[in-house]
């Protein structure tokens, strides 16, 4: 049974909410977003509360009452707080610039990677070194900072390439004479 699917989403203050036919629409401070929750779950807003219950006891319905109760929770933290995720350049040599709709990174290779910047996100470079993407949109803000990761993954022995900030990367030890 889903743990998540039983509590309640609270919506907070300069949010408003409605909610459709299965379609959930949050207006906040930082902008609006949909969702449109699946057929097998029931959604009502009541007393600043969207209750999520799945219509039958099946396990896929079960399994979209969990999922729709999360994606709404995200939906509304993003209108009124935002996401933001922030990666790390670690290596000599590896910096990034934010330069109107570019981000330039010199990662090591031959050429700097141009890397085009969404409109619905926001790129800042706090540092040289140092990546912030934040948004509304949690899975878009989390897809766009693993495409940026992906250039150059850090490597087990130097621990080189670009990473989230505060991740552990396992260090392998070097070859021995």
Do not use: C
């Amino acid at each position: 049974m889903s743990r998540v699917g039983k509590y309640p989403v609270t919506v907070p203050a300069g949010v408003t909410v409605t909610v459709k036919d299965n379609v959930v629409t949050a207006k906040g401070k930082l902008g609006e977003m949909t969702y449109t929750a699946a057929g097998e779950v029931e959604t009502r807003f009541e007393d600043n509360l969207i209750w999520v219950k799945p219509l039958s006891e099946t396990k896929h319905a079960r399994q979209q009452w969990g999922t729709t109760r999360a994606r709404i929770n995200n939906l509304v933290r993003g209108v009124s707080e935002g996401f933001s995720r922030k990666l790390e350049l670690v290596g000599v040599g590896y910096k990034a610039a934010a330069q109107g709709k570019v981000l330039k990174l010199s990662l090591g290779f031959s050429h700097d990677v141009d890397f085009p910047i969404p409109e619905d996100l926001k790129i800042t470079t706090p540092a040289p070194n140092q990546i912030e993407i934040s948004g509304v949109d949690k899975q878009r803000v989390g897809q766009i900072a693993s495409e940026i990761r992906s250039y150059r993954s850090p490597e087990p022995y130097k621990g080189k390439g670009v990473k989230y900030a505060g991740e552990q990367i396992l260090r392998k030890e070097g070859k021995k004479k």
